[in-house]
């Protein structure tokens, strides 16, 4: 255990599963002190007793609803680091979703960020040495087609978080953006979307505890952005290009 951070303290939401839970169990083991989100309370419960981490504090809160972050906030001193994690996976042709299923998806993943990272930043920059940490997503990046909403929300946090980064840089507060790929956990199978384990190709996967190894060093080192894994690292050029996104819908077609 690190005893430099033994005093510190993360907020990690949507922590449960997949790169949520890798980031926690990484954190733990350095002793840092844990705020913990999730939405589901079976999901919640288990994670728990997998982490088996006494220095932990767990909290069930639907951040959909601003409501549910204005009680986070305040039931939750200022951390040292948030790791703004909580989404779901959304499938759906534009025009198929109803405007609740827009306005909620939309807060989860981008305008609700905003909101939790602001409600801290004025203290963050008072603590200095504090870090954010934003999981976006390689889709802030390239086109999504029937998940264009998603893309959106996933585009506009990657956009706040880099201009949040360059406002910040001098003073004390880092943030980094990490846009990671195909990452294997359980959020495709929740959203319907199994076919993507049979269809997209195991070199396109990267596992959550490689995802937390590369954006702790970039947060760490003050990089405004990283996209782990190496073949994410080589694409991120072409990924604007016809031919590329005509591979990629190709790979991820769901059969009818």
């Keep these: 255990m690190k005893q430099s951070n033994s005093n510190k303290t993360a907020l990690i939401t949507g ?10 169990k990484h954190l733990a083991s350095e002793g840092w002190n844990l705020e913990l989100v999730s939405q589901d309370k079976s999901r919640s419960d288990h994670a728990r007793k ?5 220095k932990a504090n767990f909290h069930l809160s639907d ?22 994690n909580a989404g779901i996976t959304k499938f759906g042709k534009a025009g198929s979703l109803t405007f609740k299923e827009k306005m909620d998806l939309f807060y989860l993943l981008c305008n609700g960020v905003i909101d939790l990272i602001e409600a801290y930043l004025p203290k963050m920059i008072e603590k200095k040495d504090s ?16 998940s264009s909403i998603y893309a959106a929300a996933k585009s506009g946090i990657h956009s706040y978080g880099q201009s ?20 294997r ?36 080192k003050g990089h405004s952005y990283v996209i782990p894994g190496i073949i ?21 077609r769901k059969n009818p």
């Design 131 to 146: 870090r954010i940490v934003i999981i976006s997503s390689i889709g802030a990046v390239t086109p999504m087609p029937k």
């Design 15 to 24: 922590f449960s599963s997949g790169i949520g839970m890798a980031y926690s």
């Design 50 to 54: 997998e982490l088996n981490y006494p």
């Design 164 to 183: 949040l980064s360059k406002e910040l840089v001098n003073q004390g507060v880092s943030v980094t953006v990490s846009l990671p790929g195909y990452v």
């Design 185 to 220: 956990t359980s959020a495709h199978k929740r959203a319907g979307l199994d076919h993507l384990n049979d269809k997209v190709p195991s070199w396109m996967w990267i596992e959550a505890e490689q995802v937390v190894k590369e954006t702790e060093k970039a947060s760490i």
């Design 63 to 84: 951040l959909s609803n601003p409501e549910a972050i204005e009680t986070l906030c305040r039931d939750i001193s200022t951390p040292d680091l948030i790791v703004a």
């Design 232 to 252: 994410y690292k080589l694409v991120r050029p072409f990924l604007q290009s016809e031919a590329a996104n005509r591979i990629w819908n190709k790979i991820t």
